[in-house]
């Protein structure tokens, strides 16, 4: 038997890379077909090519494969060292050909999956990233505010604490959005309405004056606002605004007694306040920073998972009892019958953009699009904990079992659709009570479209 490891395939590989023996003439002198031949020089062109690129550990187990190893030979054609490298460093000599054929399909949809995971997280890593330059920005304002109003509130000190109390409460500084961003400026302003005729007397004393253009009421001298205040509560005038004092002074003119006692513009000036915000912020930005380690660090796994190990976590995933495989397939094959009849073009086992893969998906005329998630037992049903992720590829949805009611449990999948068994057809129980569309939709048609070809191909 030729494997490439015996003595008469060792002789023929080596006049072949002596050159002394032509790939048609080995039949002549060896006892070998043309196309065992062939296949041993193919072979020797494979070991030629894993000694310049690939590792001694990898290369080694080349040349102690022998000719099973012409099922990776599209991988060397294409001189995918990398895929080689990765295929070949979980196995031994005593892989099977059909093994390394279902190998080298585990890396092709590993590859599917890592760069239809990328493609998720590139615009999740980017919204972050976003949302963490707006945060530092916006702590940056915060702090330039701050160090501003530590500023200001530094002449505040000279007074006593029930004045200082009503010049917090009443006295801040203008504020101003420019191009998204928030800007504060020295000048102190009014943030809540005093008495009118207080505030009137103040404007008409020169003390504050009204700014057309800003919308606000400026302070002009600070010494002589608190002198006035001093005087009018020693007089026991009104000097804290009172709607319904205001709002009766207001029955006999043309205008009405806002119900607010604030202004829109300006800035209290309350460190602990903005100490606050700057802290929360500060929170708001680390959260940030951690989803996207955590997004990061989920990209790096996935790249780390061997081959062998990505095969067999997606048969950890979908493991069921002999006879619940049985019955998997027949519903499955069941809805997709179904499907069929309605008119939709139908995929089984369709691999998502999240890595999920939904056991029946269809397509109609309309490019309208539905999953049905076959399950085989009621433990199935209830360990599906992520059915909700695959509203974001279809246009409806349903859970379909081998029942006739649908389960009276259903924990978190109360809003989910349900199919049930009529006879020998199917009927619609109910429909996904949250909305969604398809998103990525050309993307989700071609994947139902190539996992029918790959089932016409490779029979699964």
Known sequence: MITGRDQLSQEIIKDLTDKTIKVKDVPKRYEVSLDQAKRLSRYLKITLAANKHLSESVNRKVHLMGLKVLALADLFKNEDWEGLEEI???????ITRDQLKQMVLSLEEKRERIQAFLEETKFKIKYLEESRKDAREKIEQLKSIRSEIKVLTNDFQKYDEITREFLLEHVGIYQRTSQGKNEATSTLILIKRLDSLFQKKLKNMGIITYNDLKYTHEINDLDKFVRAYLERKNKRGGIIWDFEKEDRRAENKTYF????????????????SLLQKIEQTKEDLKKIEEQIKETEKEIQDLRKISVKSFSEAVLAS???SAKEIQKHGELQYKAGKWLYSKGYVVGFEVTLPNGRRVDVAGFNENREIIFVEVKASDNDFQNDKKWKEYLLYCDKFYFFGDWEF???????????GFLLKYGNTIEVCSETAIEHSAKNRDTIIFSISRAISKKLVYGY
């Open 88 to 94: 070949l460093s979980s196995v031994n000599e005593n």
């Open 257 to 272: 007694a806002p119900s607010s006692p604030y202004y829109k513009k300006g800035v209290q000036l309350i460190g602990e």
């Open 318 to 320: 979908n493991m069921l």
């Open 406 to 416: 649908i389960p009276h449990s259903k924990d978190d999948k109360t809003d989910a």
